[in-house]
């Protein structure tokens, strides 16, 4: 069972640089998500989707971009990669809404910027 | 936003003790969830409780949500090595997500 799947799992990045988080399900989930996990700060949400084709804002989404063209995916690009994101990144998926409904978190990307 | 505050943040004990963690707000939560992450994986649902009062039991692991919803505990009886890992509330919930406390690091010592 695949569940959530993300890549990579480890990455180093100079600052400036760009790149993309990748996030796939295969529950056909219709809400996705991506937290940060950060010592001290807990998990804070960056920006989820309701459906494909639809996304929002989350607690801190300054320097991320997403998309959802698919059910499936849910891609996480860095546009100009910053010391101050060097994090946990976890994406997670549920059928609806969390609060009614199991999430299921991917086993985490660790980003560092250098 | 609510805020959850978890506490102990820490705490080491010995196997087969007894142990509590809890996690309080000032705000009343329709629901609250708690999860285990253990080092290097994602958070695993454990348990959602939504009634005030409400007690559930996964086998060691006792989780209580206070009468006015504001608060909610885990007791963990005659803890063992494999309970070893990072313990979150979550609330919330809705289109923007949930909110996580900052979390209770658990080490238990054969």
């Known amino acids: 069972n695949a569940g959530v799947t993300q890549t990579p799992k480890f990455q180093v990045l100079k600052t400036g640089q760009s790149m993309t988080l990748q996030c796939a399900q295969d529950?056909?989930?219709?809400?996705m998500s991506w937290y940060r996990q950060d010592p001290g700060m807990g998990l804070r949400l960056i920006h989820y989707?309701?459906?494909?084709?639809?996304?929002d804002q989350g607690e801190v989404p300054n320097g991320y971009n997403v998309s959802r063209s698919t059910t499936e995916d849910f891609p996480l690009r860095l546009l100009s990669a910053a010391p101050s994101q060097t994090s946990v990144y976890f994406c997670?998926?549920?059928?609806?809404?969390?609060?009614?409904?199991?999430?299921?978190f991917g086993e985490g990307s660790w980003l560092t910027v250098v | 936003t609510q805020l959850l505050e978890q506490s102990p943040q820490f705490l080491s004990i010995q196997e087969g003790e007894n142990l509590t963690v809890y996690c309080n707000s000032s705000?009343?939560?329709?629901?609250l969830q708690w999860y285990r992450q253990e080092p290097g994986e994602g958070p695993v649902l454990l348990v959602t409780?939504?009634?005030?009062?409400e007690v559930k039991k996964l086998k060691r692991l006792t989780f209580q949500f206070g009468d006015a919803r504001k608060d909610s505990s885990l007791h963990i009886t005659a803890a063992q090595p494999g309970d070893t890992g990072l313990y979150l509330c979550?609330?919330?919930?809705?289109?923007?997500?949930?909110?996580f406390g900052k979390g209770t690091h658990l080490i238990i010592q054969p």
């Open positions: 997670a998926s549920s059928r609806g809404l969390p609060s009614g409904n199991t999430i299921y």
């Open positions: 529950m056909n989930h219709e809400y």
């Open positions: 989707s309701v459906g494909a084709g639809i996304t």
């Open positions: 705000s009343v939560f329709s629901s």
């Open positions: 409780v939504v009634t005030g009062g």
């Open positions: 979550a609330a919330g919930g809705g289109a923007d997500g949930l909110t």
